[in-house]
């Protein structure tokens, strides 16, 4: 997170709370496809691809990290109901 944080202004703007709040979100995605053994790249690329399905909660939950594997990446399998 260092490189993130080092060219940082001080101050505590709307903007700047905001900016924070959504790179926080962000980097917590990245990370936690790292620790279920997803390649970042893929795995925002099928999020990004599938989000706009997901109609329900359940559509949400299906599409985290930790209830996708590697294959479902690489084949681009589409989860039930998104």
Do not use: C, W
């Amino acid at each position: 997170m260092r490189p993130f944080v080092v060219g940082k202004k001080t101050g505590s703007s709307p903007v700047l709370r905001a900016g924070a709040a959504a790179s926080a979100g962000l980097y917590s995605l990245i990370e936690t496809a790292k620790a279920n053994g997803l390649e970042p790249y893929k795995y925002l690329r099928y999020l990004f691809e599938k989000l706009p399905f997901a109609l329900s909660e359940d559509d949400y939950g299906k599409l985290l990290p930790q209830n996708l594997t590697p294959t479902d990446l690489d084949l681009g399998q589409v989860v039930t109901g998104v």
